[in-house]
Nanobody, 120 residues
Framework: QVQLVESGGGLVQPGGSLRLSCAASGFPFSTYAMSWYRQTPGKERELVASISIISISGGSTNYADSVKGRFTISRNNVKNMVYLQMNSLKPEDTAVYYC??????????WGQGTQVTVSS
């Protein structure tokens, strides 16, 4: 049974930090690219950050322009975990954050989401 379980969301003040975690199980994690998306009411889900599979030549990351320099995505293929470190948070970062797994053959899985609220 495939599972992606996000955790780490919550309420934080502007300028603060949060670390989201996603625990994966039920599929060959190391062969899947992993991403974080976010969605606010009335808007489409948007890609926040992604990290490729780790190859001999290394892995690659990609970020939305709005989070570059503030967010960092990482993965641990031993623990089957993916993380999103979010620093210098802004009110516009408020959203439900979703963990996503995608295989090279476009098989795709989603987590249930975790709420992040940035407010004073």
């Amino acid at each position: 049974q495939v599972q992606l379980v996000e955790s780490g969301g919550g309420l934080v003040q502007p300028g603060g930090s949060l670390r989201l975690s996603c625990a994966a199980s039920g599929f060959p994690f190391s062969t899947y690219a992993m991403s974080w998306y976010r969605q606010t009411p009335g808007k489409e889900r948007e890609l926040v950050a992604s990290i490729s599979i780790i190859s001999i030549s290394g892995g690659s990351t990609n970020y939305a322009d709005s989070v570059k320099g503030r967010f960092t995505i990482s993965r641990n293929n031993v623990k089957n975990m993916v993380y999103l470190q979010m620093n210098s948070l802004k009110p516009e970062d408020t959203a439900v954050y979703y963990c996503n797994a995608k295989s090279p053959y476009s098989r795709e899985y989603w987590g249930q989401g975790t709420q992040v609220t940035v407010s004073s």
